[in-house]
C-alpha cells in the first residue's frame, strides 16, 4: 500500500459539488470545512454520522437540513457503534457502492466516545472516522477536553490568579488508536488541506475501519479572528506542535518533517486562549512538543 | 427446528428471534439474559440464521448499533437486564424519539445496590417513561410468541416504535418448558420482511435523528405519545392473525381470569400469574369471589381495559415486584391513576414482593386477598419479609 495509489485529490480536481451548506457554524470554523472537503472526496452516496457536538448542532435543525447525503445524529457516546449499525444495516440491505462516515469532536472522541471507537476498530467494520479536533468542547461552550493542549484557558479551566488554565497535556489519541493496530490512521489539519482530502480518500480505499485526527481551528473557542483559522491551522503544523501522519501496515509515518520548526510564540501570542501564558509556560509546551517529536521519530519508519 | 422442544424461556426467545429473521444483532452479555445471546450466535455461526452479530463493547453501543442498522431498514435486535438496561437508558429515549423499530429483550433483574443478579422489575419499570411499548411475558411459549408478534407491532406504519419484551429473570429465562416452536413457512405467512419509506436512501437522501426547536417539538412528542396508543388498536388484529397462522392466541394488553363476577381482583405481571391464578381457584371453592388481571403492557397502559375487567370488584390489590422509592410501586401508581375513572368507588391495594428474587409463595397471596376481604389499610405494604417490618 502505497499513499500514491491513485491520482491525487487537488484544487483543481475536486468536485464543485457541495454536501454541507445552509448550517449556523460560526464564520471561520475550521470543523466544518473538514466536514465540506471530506464530503467532496467521499460524494453523495456516503451514510454520515455525527454525535452531538457543534457539528450536528449547526446542521439537523429541523426543518432545516445542512446535507444533501444520508446523515444521522448518535448519541454523544455513540459513533463507533452507529458506523457499525450502518455498515452492517447496508450489507444486510445489499447496497453496493457507499462510504460510511463518522464525524465526531476532540470530545466526543477522545473521552465520552473512546470506548464505542475502541469497540469499532476491534470490529475492524470497513468505516471512517474522523474527529475533528478543535481542543474542547466548543458546543457546551469551550470547556476542557482530553485533547485540549496544556496552558489553555477554556470556561472549566479558567486562567486567573492561581491557573494556567489547562494543566494536562493532549491525550496521545492518534497513538492510541494506532496501538489498536488499525488498518489506516492518520492526522491532518485544514491547515494542509490537500493533505487531508488525500488522506480521506486513502482511507476510503483501506479496507476495515480507518481513523482521521484532523486539527480544525475554532476562531469562538480559540479566540482568533475569523479569517485566521486556515494560517493559524499551517502554523501549528510548522511549529511542530501538531503533526501530520500515518499509520498502516503495522508502522508510523511521519509525512511532513520541518527541518526547523517555527518559533512558537506568534502562535501562542496570537490566541486569546494562551494570553495569559509566560515565558515558564512557552518552555513547558515546548518541551513537551519535542517529548512527542522523539517518541515519534523512534517509531517511524521510512522518510 | 421445529415442533415441541424442552427449552428455557431464553431459548424461546432466541427461536422467535430466528423466525423473526432479525438481520442485526448487536447485544452484550449479562446474566440473566446471556443465553439468549448465545443462541442466536450459533444460530447465525450455523448458519441457520442469515444475520450479522456485531460484538459491541457495552450496552450503550449495543443500541446505538441497532439504531444504525434499523436507518438502513434493517430488521434489528438487542436483549439486555438490569444494569444493562439502565447502562443504555440515554439511548432509549433515543431510538423511541427517532421512531426505530427495534425489539429488544430484557431478563427483569434487581438493581443494584444491593447488588443481586435474581429477578424482579425495579429495572424496566423505571424506564416506563422512555417512549417504548413494554411487554411482559408469563412463560417460555408467550415469550417466543411474543418475539415474533413485537416485530409486528413495533413494524405497523402507524406505530413504528421499539418494543421491550420483559422476562422474569431465572423463573422465565432459565426454566425449561416444552415449547412448541412454529415452523419457518408459519413465521413468514405471518411476518413479512421489513418494508418502510422511513430509513436512509440513496435516491432520496434524508437526515434522521435530528433537533427540533421549542415551535415543534412538542408536536413530535404529541405523535410519538399518539403512537403508542395506537398499539391498542392493533393489537387484537396482529393476536387474531397470529392464531389464525399459530393455533395460540394472547388476547390484548391484559389477560382477566374469572373476573366476569370477581369481588376481589389481584393484578400481576409476567411469570408470577400462574401461582395467583392458582390461589383465585383455591378461593373460588372456598366461595370468595376472587379474580385475577395479568397486565401484558405496560405501555401503552391498559386504563380502559382496566376499568371494564373490574366492573364488578370492590378492591384491586396490585402485586408487584418494584416499589418507587419514596412513593408506592409503579404498577400501582398507574393502576389506581387508571380506576380513579371508574364509574364506582374501588378500593385499592399495593402489595410489593418479589424483590431482589425474593420467593412469592401461595400464603403470600393468599394474603394479599385477605387483606383486601378484610378492607384492611390501604398503605403499601412489603410482603413475605423474613424480618419484621418494625423498622
Ligand atoms: C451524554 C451527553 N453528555 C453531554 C452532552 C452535552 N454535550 C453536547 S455537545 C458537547 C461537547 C462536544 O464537544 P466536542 O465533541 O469536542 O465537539 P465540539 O462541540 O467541540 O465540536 C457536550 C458536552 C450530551 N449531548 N450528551
Ligand atoms: S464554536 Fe467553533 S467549532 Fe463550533 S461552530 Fe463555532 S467555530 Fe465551529
Ligand atoms: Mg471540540
Not at chain 2, 29 to 58: A, C, N, Y
Not at chain 2, 245 to 252: H, S, V
Not at chain 2, 263 to 283: A, F, N, P, Q
Amino acid at each position: 500500500m502505497t499513499s500514491e495509489s491513485t491520482e491525487r485529490i487537488n484544487a483543481e480536481n475536486i468536485t464543485e459539488d457541495e454536501f454541507f451548506f445552509g448550517h449556523k457554524a460560526c464564520a471561520g470554523c475550521g470543523g466544518s470545512l473538514a466536514v465540506r472537503i471530506a464530503l467532496k472526496v467521499l460524494g453523495e452516496r456516503t451514510l454520515l454520522v455525527e454525535p452531538a457536538g457543534c457539528m450536528s448542532a449547526v446542521s439537523f435543525n429541523y426543518p432545516q437540513m445542512s446535507f444533501s447525503n444520508n446523515a444521522i445524529i448518535s448519541a454523544f457516546a455513540g459513533t463507533g457503534a452507529v458506523l457499525s449499525g450502518l455498515k452492517a444495516g447496508a450489507e444486510v440491505m445489499g447496497w453496493k457502492d457507499y462510504h460510511v462516515l463518522g464525524i465526531a469532536g476532540d470530545g466526543g472522541t477522545a473521552d465520552i466516545g473512546l470506548q464505542a471507537l475502541s469497540g469499532l476498530i476491534d470490529r475492524n467494520d470497513d468505516v471512517i472516522y474522523l474527529c475533528y479536533d478543535n481542543e474542547a468542547y466548543m458546543n457546551t461552550g469551550i470547556q476542557k477536553s482530553g485533547l485540549t493542549p496544556f496552558g489553555t484557558s477554556t470556561t472549566t479551566t479558567p486562567a486567573g490568579k492561581k491557573g494556567k488554565g489547562n494543566l494536562k497535556h493532549k491525550k496521545n489519541l492518534f497513538e492510541i488508536v494506532a496501538a489498536h493496530d488499525i488498518p489506516y490512521a492518520a492526522t491532518a489539519s485544514i491547515g494542509y488541506i490537500e493533505d487531508f482530502a488525500n488522506k480521506i480518500k486513502r482511507a476510503s480505499e483501506v479496507r476495515g475501519t480507518s481513523f482521521i485526527h484532523v486539527l480544525a481551528p475554532c476562531p469562538t473557542g480559540w479566540g482568533i479572528d475569523t479569517s485566521e483559522t486556515v494560517e493559524v491551522a499551517r502554523e501549528v503544523v510548522d511549529n511542530g506542535l501538531w503533526y501530520l501522519a500515518e499509520y498502516y501496515d503495522g508502522e508510523y509515518h511521519i509525512n511532513r518533517k520541518p527541518k526547523e520548526f517555527k518559533d512558537i510564540h506568534s502562535y501562542i501570542k496570537r490566541q486569546g486562549r494562551f494570553k495569559h501564558l509566560d515565558e515558564e509556560d512557552i518552555k513547558e509546551i515546548i518541551a513537551q512538543r519535542d517529548k512527542t517529536w522523539k517518541r515519534l521519530q523512534q517509531y517511524s519508519v521510512g522518510q | 427446528m421445529s415442533g415441541k422442544k424442552f427449552i428455557s424461556g431464553d431459548e424461546a426467545f432466541a427461536q422467535g428471534v430466528r423466525l423473526a429473521k432479525a438481520q442485526v444483532i448487536s447485544a452484550y452479555p449479562i446474566t440473566p439474559q446471556t443465553i439468549v445471546v448465545e443462541r442466536l450466535s450459533e444460530m447465525v455461526e450455523e448458519g441457520e440464521l442469515d444475520s450479522k452479530f456485531l460484538h459491541v463493547e457495552s450496552e450503550h453501543s449495543a443500541l446505538m448499533a441497532a439504531m444504525g442498522a434499523a436507518a438502513t431498514g434493517a430488521r434489528t435486535f438487542t436483549a439486555t437486564s438490569s444494569q444493562g438496561l439502565l447502562y443504555m437508558a440515554e439511548c432509549l429515549t433515543y431510538v423511541a424519539g427517532g421512531r426505530f423499530p427495534i425489539v429488544m429483550m430484557n431478563a427483569n433483574r434487581a438493581t443494584a445496590l444491593p447488588w443481586s443478579i435474581y429477578g424482579d422489575h425495579r429495572d424496566s419499570l423505571s424506564l416506563l417513561d422512555h417512549g417504548w411499548i413494554q411487554i411482559y411475558t408469563e412463560n417460555a411459549q408467550e415469550s417466543l410468541d411474543m418475539a415474533i408478534q413485537a416485530y409486528a407491532i413495533a413494524e405497523q406504519e402507524e406505530i413504528r416504535l421499539p418494543v421491550m419484551v420483559n422476562l422474569d429473570g431465572f423463573v422465565l429465562t432459565h426454566t425449561y418448558e416444552a415449547v412448541d416452536i412454529p415452523t419457518q413457512e408459519q413465521a413468514d405467512a405471518f411476518l413479512k420482511p421489513r418494508e418502510t419509506w422511513d430509513k436512509l436512501d440513496f435516491d432520496k437522501p434524508v437526515s434522521m435523528a435530528y433537533t427540533v426547536g421549542p415551535d415543534l417539538n412538542e408536536e413530535y412528542n404529541l405523535l410519538h405519545h399518539k403512537a403508542l396508543l395506537n398499539v391498542a388498536k392493533h393489537i387484537e388484529n396482529i393476536d387474531v392473525s397470529f392464531e389464525k397462522i399459530f393455533g395460540r392466541k394472547y388476547g390484548g394488553l391484559i389477560n382477566g381470569y374469572r373476573t366476569e363476577d370477581a369481588d376481589l381482583i389481584l393484578i400481576t405481571l409476567g411469570s408470577i400469574s400462574g401461582l395467583v391464578r392458582d390461589v383465585v381457584d383455591e378461593l373460588r371453592e372456598e366461595g370468595v369471589k376472587a379474580g385475577m388481571i395479568r397486565i401484558r403492557f405496560m405501555r401503552p397502559f391498559p386504563a380502559e381495559e382496566l376499568i371494564r375487567e373490574t366492573a364488578h370488584a370492590s378492591a384491586v390489590g396490585v402485586l408487584e415486584k418494584d416499589i418507587s422509592f419514596g412513593f408506592e410501586g409503579t404498577v400501582y401508581s398507574n393502576v389506581n391513576s387508571a380506576l380513579s375513572k371508574s364509574a364506582h368507588k374501588i378500593s385499592t391495594y399495593d402489595f410489593i414482593g418479589g424483590i431482589g428474587g425474593k420467593n412469592i409463595s401461595k400464603e403470600d397471596v393468599r394474603s394479599c386477598f385477605a387483606a383486601m376481604q378484610k378492607k384492611e389499610s390501604e398503605e403499601v405494604r412489603f410482603i413475605g419479609l423474613e424480618v419484621e417490618d418494625d423498622i
